[in-house]
């Protein structure tokens, strides 16, 4: 039976970290909604014309558009044995819809991380990423430098940093996580799959914690 991980957590706690670890450490897909978004926007889609309206002030893409593109991913050939989600869900309307269509491919949610840190971690970290621009690789300026400053490591493309890391953006994502994709936290604990990491640590260590609680 396939298995489905959903990585939960406020914007900068490093959910996207883990799960590109993870899913090479327990052979998932990974699935990043965010990633999903910036792929249409870059693509100049419709989709990401819409997306960057809302992206680029912190609020979160409307239901519909982003569980239809989350349904279509998660129907590719390689999530059949399950994935790791990234930024899904973030409303109670899209863990609902989630549970449907993954109940159509024979699964359902097996666990949730969740991934804590406090407000000024989150600007911390947000405030000195840099991503690439050929495959989202993440860097950070004090914590995981690249080895050349605005180079990507793996694929030696430009670094660049996100539009909606600016603090002020940064600031009204953390706003919307309390409002709107913290009810999740209760709704998962309840259902028994919420397992809370400590993200205020090493990268190796939270890596560590995640491995040892989905061991369980
Ligand atoms: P999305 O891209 O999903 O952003 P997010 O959830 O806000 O999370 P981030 O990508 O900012 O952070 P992360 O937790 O992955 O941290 P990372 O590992 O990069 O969403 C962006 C936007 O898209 C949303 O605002 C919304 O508009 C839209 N959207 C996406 N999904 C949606 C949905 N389901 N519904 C509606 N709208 C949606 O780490 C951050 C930094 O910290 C990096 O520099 C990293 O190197 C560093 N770092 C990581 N771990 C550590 C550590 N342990 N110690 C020190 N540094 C660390």
Redesign the pocket.
Known sequence: MATYIVLL?P???????QAVILAQAIKLAHI???DL?RGNIKNQTELGKL?KS??DK????PDDV?IAMVRDRISQPDCKGGAIL?????TPK?AESLEKMLAEFGGCVDSVPYITADEAVLIE??S??WSCRAQGH???QK??PPKQAGVCDVDGSELYQRD?DKVETVTN?IHVYFEQTMPLVDYYRKLGKLIEIN?V???EQ?TNDLLAALRK
């Open positions: 957590g914007p900068g706690v490093g959910k996207g970290t990043s909604s965010g978004f997306a809302y992206m912190g609020e979160l893409v982003t990234d930024g899904f869900p973030r899209q970290r947000t000195g990423r993440v860097y950070h914590f995981n909606d994502r993200g640590q090493p990268v939270v």
